[in-house]
T-cell receptor, first 117, second 114 residues
Framework: AQTVTQSQPEMSVQEAETVTLSCTYD???????LFWYKQPPSRQMILVIR??????QNATENRFSVNFQKAAKSFSLKISDSQLGDAAMYFC??????????????FGQGTRLTINP | DTEVTQTPKHLVMGMTNKKSLKCEQH?????MYWYKQKAKKPPELMFV???????INESVPSRFSPECPNSSLLNLHLHALQPEDSALYLC?????????????FGPGTRLTVL
């Protein structure tokens, strides 16, 4: 079974600074997807960024980028120029690609990010 | 329309009540999910419907009964719940055949069982 570990329960960063959230995972599969989801205090979970395991190039979405190290099974999220609206719980998630159809996401325990003005 | 809606936003019920949670999406997704989320914890998968058929049941107690009347609608029927069932219930949807099969989440229903 796959597992996802987020070793930082809480992080804080000054507004406009850069912060990196860590995520490691364990799997025996070679083909899968990784996601970062954000859940602000208003509760709605939204997708921040996704990565396909077979792609070596790290995904980027505006101020959000990932450092995907497949051999190390690491998938960290970097947030540049942090903004107050980035304050949220961030979940790293894994999904198998080998099984088609609707499949469960395996979530990490989450990292609560605080932005200091 | 890229939204998943859930009603009600909040629900308080006694242990003998019967209530239902509703989830709706109009994105053409054919997979829908129910999750339970406790405070400061990740969502825990409860049920998955794929093409209106129950495909995954994560050993959820029978006091939770899911229903998928059509491809846009997902219900969760609640009966004889326990106080420990108090949580945020999230609905999500995805396109099973899509490239990423990424899940879109609704805002959730905050359930309190007295």
């Amino acid at each position: 079974a796959q597992t996802v570990t987020q070793s930082q329960p809480e992080m804080s960063v000054q507004e406009a600074e850069t912060v990196t959230l860590s995520c490691t995972y364990d799997t025996s599969e070679s083909d899968y997807y990784l996601f970062w989801y954000k859940q602000p205090p208003s509760r709605q979970m939204i997708l921040v960024i996704r990565q396909e395991a077979y792609k070596q190039q790290n995904a980027t979405e505006n101020r959000f980028s990932v450092n995907f190290q497949k051999a190390a099974k690491s998938f960290s999220l970097k947030i540049s120029d942090s903004q107050l609206g980035d304050a949220a719980m961030y979940f790293c998630a894994y999904r198998s690609r080998s099984i088609q159809g609707a499949q469960k996401l395996v979530f990490g325990q989450g990292t609560r990010l605080t932005i200091n003005p | 329309d890229t939204e998943v809606t859930q009603t009600p936003k909040h629900l308080v019920m006694g242990m003998t009540n019967k209530k239902s949670l509703k989830c709706e999406q109009h994105m053409g997704h054919r997979a829908m999910y129910w999750y339970k989320q406790k405070a400061k914890k990740p969502p825990e998968l409860m049920f998955v419907y794929s093409y209106e058929k129950l495909s995954i049941n994560e050993s959820v107690p029978s006091r939770f009964s899911p229903e998928c009347p059509n491809s846009s609608l997902l219900n969760l029927h609640l009966h004889a719940l326990q106080p420990e069932d108090s949580a945020l219930y999230l609905c999500a949807s995805s396109h099973p055949g899509g490239r990423y099969n990424e899940q879109f989440f609704g805002p959730g229903t905050r359930l309190t069982v007295l």
